[in-house]
């Protein structure tokens, strides 16, 4: 560039510069003004909408806390004829009510629909009354705005939802208070918003470009286009960048400017109305800043001529002395350009140099890893930090040395001989190395070893780079041996397991011999976990691994599978018993006592045997088989082993499956309880009911007990579905005694679950859950058989469960033992006679003089008596001549679901002879 170009440049450039600096100065400033002026003529207008938006609202809850103020308000009188399929009252009841709110839907407050909820969120009254009969979810406890009116006894607002006409709504919530502040229902309608959006019509916003409101959570619920909320449409985010509310400063009218998509820069009024809406009135900034285009251009051109006058000026008198600076300065140029070119060379030449050396020396002093320079003699002449920090010797020490003086032993002097071969031959050598630190620790590295030569060919030096790898390869065996070592105990996992038994099996088929694939389970061992802890459970599962070692041959294996299960390969058997022999004294040594924390401790073991050949041959297979072996081990009584039988796997497997569909239907949430009720005959009132579980299949329908209740006899799903049913019946016995019945529900307990040693505890903790519940509302009944099993623990069960009011009946009596011994023993309160002996005791002479029997050892000790298959008012006559004054059975109902028992209940008689006053009765 010229030096006449430059000083024009000088005088050009801060001319454009100066006339940008004053058209962004002058645009800036009259925009500015134009806003400020723009935004106090219009903020009158927006607070106007405003208000009218919010006087809308005001209207709907003025209206409602009127309705809530009015005499026939005061109380809900009909709580109790509230019934869940009307999802509330019937129309006929409190027909006030429906005529106050029918004349507040008729009114000016766009409330479409009208309701009162009752404390617990449950529906009383929805007007009209075809809302109350479409309703699909009867209790609305759940509703955020059901929670903050209860929560703060004020007025609250839902979000927006979709109403029937398809246009955006809100429901208002008005909580009832009582002359003492507590609320005992709840006021709402549901608040159509299309009068709100007609507020926003685009003559009513002018000179607004569009109008929108939002609902607290940012959804469009009004716009100036009619398009955007039209009938159908589902609810969207308004499309603005609504400021934080935390920084508006307690303004109720904000004004922001801000950019759309496109690229539009728009100015907003942005209002926060008292329920959190948002509204928004929007004018494009370049048709409000249009006005000072004018007055921009005509300031900006007259500074550009002032700029173009001066400049010129400036520009002529500086050209006449341009020349003589131009030749002045191409003599200098020349000059420099030489002595820089003569300088390059010479710092070109010493950095090639310098940088060579300075990199191969970084290298060497830096690098982590050990490096050593030998001469060809392999005596060492130089040793990196590295190698010190490896070895632990200095540099000092080890000048002159051989490398040998790191010889750690492990490798003989064959294997040295032909690493310095294969050196000199190759010229490098790569392998790893036992060697010994100064301080006599052995550690492992990874060496590379190069020959460098001269110009002549001949080795000039011996390099050696090696690294310490001993924490690699310590951390491979770690990780070898979590791969297949149990972390607990030591012994194999199911991974090493496999591998072992397919070497069994490839080992049993060379040699012609058999090999037993046993499963083994402890048993009880989830009673120790419970009872004193898992860390007490580990120390358990160590000890037994220790003595099933202990106990088993060399060649077999132990394996934990996880938990308590493990397996056993018992290998190179030469018949069946010889393993079978091992197997019993597994079961002896983990029968024996264990110390565990001061703790003495009992266990036992089931095992299942399957024996290769003669069982299958795959790996999955045998163990399989061994599975399902061990399972009919423990449903058979456990501390035992039992051998894989086909025909029973076929059985158990059924069995299995039969079970996994009442645990899936248990989840599924398909049993349900119906209750059969227990009359006092000559009183003629109700007093309980037998809670009797169904199960209603998706395919099959209804389905009896007696199809699947055996198939849980001897199974754990007993204990899970017997919690189930007690849950259901506390649950429902709380329901009756808040409804005002005071009826008892007995439940039938399974003998597996009355053996647990914390059913007591288990069923203190579901009783916790009602503490409402008074005493003696739930009768637990247990076999005669079960009970007679093991007296001493029921009996001690049951006056466990007195403490906590629960009451015990004996269940089928007189189809056991019916010892008098056993009788006095068990505090049970009521003898309940089977309905097989009550049934036939008109036609049979021996089930009639078991009847008299059984209500004679009631009366004898004292006891209550009950019997169940009262099919008839004449069977009913009968127990009433015996003495019985307690029954159940089809005929006086059949097991019912609780919404039809409420119906049964009200319009049940007793017949008449059963209350006529028999001799002995008061």
């Known amino acids: 560039m010229t030096l006449k170009q430059k000083i024009l440049l000088a005088f050009v450039l801060p001319a454009l510069f100066a006339l940008a600096a004053v058209w962004v100065f002058v645009e800036h400033s009259h925009r500015d003004f134009v806003i400020e002026r723009w935004s106090t003529e219009h903020v009158a207008l927006v607070r106007s909408i405003a208000r009218s938006i919010q006087a809308k609202l005001d209207d709907a809850t003025q209206a409602l806390a009127h309705t809530g103020q009015l005499p026939d308000f005061a109380s809900l009188s009909a709580i109790d004829r509230i019934n869940p399929e009307l999802n509330g009252i019937p129309p006929d009841l409190e027909i006030s009510k429906r005529i106050i709110l029918d004349a507040l839907l008729g009114g000016p407050n766009n409330l479409a629909v009208a309701f009162i909820l009752l404390p617990n969120g449950d529906h009383y009254i929805a007007h009209p009354y075809r809302v109350q009969q479409s309703l699909t979810k009867y209790n609305l406890a759940d509703r955020s705005y059901f929670r903050e009116a209860s929560s703060s006894k004020k007025t609250a607002f839902s979000d927006t939802i979709i109403g029937s006409d398809g246009m ?35 003559s009513d916003i002018a000179p607004f470009d569009y109008g929108l409101l939002a609902d607290r959570q940012g959804m469009l619920i009004g716009h100036s286009d009619g398009s955007l909320i039209s009938a159908g449409k589902t609810l969207q985010k308004a499309d603005f960048p609504f400021p934080d509310n935390a920084q508006q400063g307690g303004q109720d009218i904000t004004l922001s400017q801000w950019e759309d998509a496109q690229g539009v820069v728009w100015l907003s009024f942005v209002g926060h109305l008292e329920s ?84 191969a020396a970084s290298v060497f002093r830096h690098t982590r890893e050990g490096i050593i320079i030998a001469d060809p003699d392999g005596k060492i002449v130089d040793a990196n930090q590295g190698f010190s920090a490896i070895t632990g010797y200095q540099r000092d020490e080890v000048i002159g040395r ?18 310095w071969q294969e050196l000199r031959e190759t010229g490098k050598w790569h392998g790893e190395l036992w060697n010994q630190k100064k301080s006599g620790e052995t550690y492992i590295e990874l060496l590379d070893l190069s020959s460098v030569r001269n110009q002549s060919g001949e080795i000039a030096h011996y390099v050696g780079i090696f690294s310490d ?31 072992r038994l397919h070497m069994s099996i490839s080992q049993a088929g060379r040699n012609k011999t058999q090999l037993a694939v046993c499963m083994l389970d402890l048993d009880g061992f989830k009673a120790v976990n419970d009872t004193y802890g898992h860390a007490a459970g580990d120390r358990l599962l160590i000890d037994f691994s220790r003595r099933t070692q202990n106990t088993l041959r060399d060649t077999d294996t132990l394996a934990r ?12 058997l030469n018949n069946l018993e010889q393993g079978m022999e091992v197997i019993r004294r597994v079961l002896a040594e983990a029968s024996h006592i264990y110390e565990i924390d001061g703790n003495l401790l009992t266990i036992s073991a089931s095992v299942g045997v399957t024996v290769f050949p003669d069982d299958g041959v795959d790996p999955d297979l045998l163990l399989r088989h061994a599975d399902q072996a061990m399972y009919i081990a423990k449903q058979t009584g456990r501390n035992r082993y039992f051998l894989f039988d086909p025909m029973k796997d076929q059985a158990a497997r059924a069995e299995l499956a039969a079970i996994k569909a009442l645990e899936t239907a248990l989840v599924n949430q398909e049993f349900e309880l119906h209750y059969q009720p227990k009359v006092d005959m000559p009183r003629g009132i109700v007093t309980g009911a037998e809670a009797l579980i169904r199960w209603r299949h998706p395919e099959r329908g209804l389905v009896s007990p007696a199809e699947f209740l055996p198939l849980t006899e001897n199974n754990d799903f007993a204990i899970t579905l017997g919690d189930w049913v007690i849950r259901e019946a506390l649950r429902q016995a709380d329901a009756w005694h808040h409804q005002g019945l005071h009826l008892s529900i007995s439940v039938n307990i399974a ?9 007591t505890a288990r069923l203190g903790q579901m009783l916790s859950l009602h503490p409402t519940l008074p005493h003696g509302r739930i009768e637990l009944e247990i076999l005669e058989t079960a009970a007679l099993s093991d007296t001493a623990h029921v009996s001690e069960v049951i006056e466990s469960c007195r403490q906590l009011g629960i009451s015990f009946a004996l269940d089928d009596f007189g189809t056991g033992y019916s010892s008098l011994l056993y009788l006095k023993h068990l505090p049970a309160e009521t003898l309940k006679i089977d309905q097989s002996f009550v049934r036939d005791m008109k036609i049979d002479a021996e089930d009639l003089a078991i009847v008299k029997g059984v209500i004679g050892l009631a009366q004898a000790f004292n006891r209550s008596v009950i019997a169940e298959g009262v099919e008839s008012t004449e069977l009913g006559d009968m127990l009433l001549d015996l003495g019985c004054t307690h029954a159940q059975g089809y005929g006086i109902a059949r097991p019912m679901p609780p919404s039809a028992f409420r119906e049964w209940l009200a319009g049940w008689k007793a017949p008449a002879s059963w209350l006529v006053i028999r001799p002995g009765q008061t």
Do not use: C
């Not at 924490?471 to 194999?492: I, M, R, S, V, Y």
């Not at 599978?561 to 190179?572: A, K, M, R, S």
């Not at 003998?751 to 059913?759: E, G, I, N, Q, T």
């Open 168 to 202: 955006p709504a809100v429901v208002v919530d008005t909580p009832l208070l009582d002359s003492s502040g507590e609320i005992y229902g709840h006021l709402g309608g549901v608040f159509y918003l299309s009068e709100i959006s007609r507020l926003l019509s685009a």
């Open 276 to 359: 959190g809406w948002k509204f928004v009135l929007s004018r494009r900034l370049d048709s409000i800043t249009a006005e000072i285009a004018p007055a921009v251009r005509q300031i900006t051109l007259l500074v550009a001529i002032i700029l173009i006058v001066t400049g010129s000026i400036g520009i002529a008198l500086v050209a006449r002395f341009a020349k003589r600076w131009e030749e002045s300065d191409q003599q200098l140029r020349l000059a420099h350009d030489h002595l820089e070119l003569r300088v390059a060379q010479r710092t070109a030449e010493l950095s090639q140099s310098q940088e060579r050396l300075s990199l």
């Open 402 to 419: 051989s490398p040998e003086m790191l010889n750690g032993g492990q490798q003989s002097p064959e294997f040295y001989k032909a690493m």
């Open 469 to 499: 790898i001993s924490q690699q390869k310590n951390h491979e065996q770690h990780l070898e041996k979590l791969a297949h070592f149990d972390p607990l105990t030591g012994l194999p996992n199911r991974t090493l397991l496999h591998d």
């Open 561 to 572: 599978l996880g938990g308590d299960e493990f397996v056993i390969l018992l290998n190179d």
């Open 751 to 759: 003998a597996r679950h009355l053996s647990l040693p914390d059913f």
